[in-house]
């Protein structure tokens, strides 16, 4: 669930104009209400909760916190006013504190229990100012200083002000108050000079620079894209630079390598993506990140830890480890000069280990919990988190499943009792549930011991119990108005002290409305409104009240009985007394408020195949491309590498993919096997024909350079005699030895080409019945994003009728694939009109030839 904090300048230095006439807190407020509507595109945006901080005096600064609602939020945002001074250092750390709120209480940092990525609240501050000098009462600054007195208990466990989970990004409002006659500039919008951008690059975010509108639109689409789940990580470099890679792929030892000159990707700030699970929603994780520090009973306090752990990579390559059973977590990493720099080596069968310095008890750097891997499709670069020292537990838990028999010697136990004395204490418990997952004996006692002091867990427990009190504190002040400044009264005689029921005048009016005295028009100034015209009072209307059925007049009793039916029976779920026309006569305040609509509608149900990258919001234009392209981060300029390349959903590493694929039946000699994950069942053909090296620990079945054989797969299945049942999706009969190796090179059209042999009479009505079916079919097929192409290819070889039909068919499918740019797709039905044409050719030569010899 993200937490989305706005943080809006409201100083008075926010009431200046921009060119348009408007202020840069209307253009503030704007901003907010536009990054909701580009969010709510999102379905994931209806677990986000909204935050609204200015920069009043705390308590008095939080205008809708924890508990507000999106209307209460809608309603301060628009109720904000521009006064007082620039105090962004107190008010960013209000906002710290509010998104700090309840982290001691839930125990989602773990202090002295190592860094769990998986236990996190990701949260984005956004702060819409000016970029005006610093003001306090104390004067003007020139440095942003955020006060190290936090009233929140427990802040001095950290020693930032935020997490590594919080990100700061800032809106610069730079727009000129006097129209621009030089030509906007487009491309990347750079960040900006005054003292919140180092503040915001500390945090993990950027500050942009903002000095017109479509700037400001393009910087609200890129945040839109920043809302992701995932912590921040110093990345440094241990160690030697590696040697250069040579064009051949190999060590390049002639090449000096530069080890002491500073690189760009020798010190990375950047996050890591920590995916929820797709079916609970909630991210699921193992081993946690090693502290800094080794925990010790002797110890009487935690030292404070840093926001970002630093995490030393080794440039030294290594075989990655990984033993069946054993789970281990795996995070991508944000594009940066590091993934960079791994992808062009074109290295995706090593990797680099890492470490977390003064983590271990005997070593000073450490001994490493994971790696840094390149893709096996050089798309991304993963961080595998593993146990601790994992290098030596590896090869121990591989002995005792294929030596011992999970019957260890006392020998396999000294070995292990020497490695968990290696171990900080904090990870006994997730080895002892990995060893339970494994099915492997109870090899650590149940008497584990988490290395914290009893004074240090005394302390940790009683800072929960005074952070529930702040708590409580803090939301009964929010929304509350600070208090005003009590000025001179004076007092007004202006009345004589009479009160206005007693006047004389506004009595005689009141009658006069009210019809009791007749309206008296030559005392009204005709002149003084012209071209208006007074309304004179109709005594035959009377107030329908109707609170004696008799006084109901003939011609209204059926309307009436209407709503006092629909009254009585409640069969609308309307307020007693209204009926359908006032149920729609909403305040206009209220119309935008469609967050408290989302909430009650049911949640939707999961996709049916997650495989499936989710669809584009393309409301009333199928043609609506996505908008990243658009994006204007110098970070994103990374992803024009080879990072830039498209996933497939069967990649890992793609965010909206996951291993599995759908299920298959492939009925075989009359045996039906179920064809699940790229496998069959052992008894199948796919699962023996299968070379093993496509299949690795990432979980990468498929690798590029092997996707063109996929239309070969199911377009040589008629080659080898099956033959589709029409109405079903099975094969049947053929050859007893089939195959569909991805290492066979058929012809991609052999199936499209041959007859197919059919023991059914099919009349020409029939036919054209059949090809009007596959052509819709087609067209539906040809929408669905992703590259699953194998429907496409068998509904082709299903047309019916001449070589020419099918050629008609091929080309109207190119045309759609044109339509929705799947270019891929074109390049596959390319070659199938080239094997058709050539097949055409042949054909017509040979019935020359016969023609000629008769």
Known sequence: MPILLFLIDTSASMNQRTDLGTSYLDIAKGAVELFLKLRARDPASRGDRYMLV????????????????????????????????????????????????NRLISGIDNYGQGRNPFFLEPSILITITDGNKLTSTAGVQEELHLPLNSPLPGSELTKEPFRWDQRLF???????????????????????????????????????????????????????????????????????????????????????????????????????????????GVPVGHWPIPESFWPDQNLPSLPPRTSHPVVRFSCVDCEPMVIDKLPFDKYELEPSPLTQYIL???????????????????????????????????????????????????????????????????????AFDSYLKT???????????????????????????????????SYLKKLSQQTKLESERILASVGKKPPQEIGIKVKNHSGGGMSLTHNKNFRKLLKEIAGETALRLTELNTKEFAGFQIGLLNKDLKPQTYRNAYDIPRRGLLDQLTR?????????????????????????????????????????LREIDPDQPKRLHTFGNPFKQDKKGMMIDEADEFVAGPQNKVKRPGEPNSPMSSKRRRNATVIHDGHEEKMENGQITPDGFLSKSAPSELINMTGDLMPPNQVDSLSDDFTSLSKDGLIQKPGS???VGGAKNCSLSVDDQKDPVASTLGTMPNTLQITPAMAQGINADIKHQLMKEVRKFGRKYERIF???????????????????????????KRRVLIQYLEKVLEKIDSHHLLNNISHINSRSSC
């Open 170 to 280: 800032a809106l610069v409002l730079r727009l000129p108050g006097v129209a621009s006659t030089e030509p906007e500039q487009l491309g990347s919008v750079p960040t900006d000079e005054s003292a919140i951008t180092q503040m915001c690059e500390v945090t993990g975010g950027r500050s942009y620079c903002v000095r017109t509108q479509r700037m400001l639109n393009q910087c609200l689409e890129s945040l839109v894209q920043k809302v992701q789940s995932g912590v921040v990580i110093n990345f440094e470099k241990t160690g030697p630079d590696p040697l250069p890679i040579g064009e051949d792929g190999l060590m390049d030892s002639s090449r000096p390598s530069n080890s002491f000159a500073a690189q760009p990707w020798h010190s990375c700030h950047k996050l890591i993506y920590v995916r929820p699970n797709s079916k609970t």
């Open 54 to 101: 200015t920069y009043d005096e705390p308590p008095y600064c939080i205008k809708a916190g924890w508990k507000e609602n999106h209307a209460t939020f809608m309603s301060e945002l628009k109720n904000l006013q521009a006064s007082g001074l620039t105090t962004l250092g107190q008010a960013l750390r209000s906002s710290f504190d509010l998104l700090n709120l």
């Open 344 to 414: 062009e080596r074109k290295s995706p069968h090593t990797c680099w280990q890492v470490f977390v310095t003064s983590s271990g008890k005997y070593n000073e750097l450490g001994y490493p919990f994971g790696y840094l891997k390149a893709s096996t499709t050089l798309t991304c670069v993963n961080l595998f988190v593993m146990p601790y020292n994992y290098p030596v537990l590896l090869p121990l838990l591989d002995d005792l499943f294929k030596v011992h028999k999970l019957k260890p010697n006392l020998k396999w136990r000294q």
């Open 794 to 820: 068998i509904l082709l070889e299903e047309v019916q009728g001449p070589l020419e039909m099918k050629k008609q068919f091929v080309e109207f499918t190119i045309k759609e694939a044109a339509r929705f």
């Open 729 to 731: 999706n099975a094969f």
């Open 564 to 604: 006092m039916r629909s009254n009585l029976l409640k069969t609308h779920k309307f307020i007693v007394g209204q009926d359908e026309d006032s149920l729609h006569s909403v305040p206009v305040a209220q119309m935008g408020n469609y967050q408290e609509y989302l909430k009650t509608l049911a949640s939707p």
């Open 423 to 457: 171990l900080p204490p904090y990870y006994l418990l997730p080895l002892k549930k990995a060893l339970r997952m494994m099915g492997a004996p109870n090899l650590i006692s149940d008497n584990l011991d988490c290395g914290l002091s009893y004074s240090v867990i």
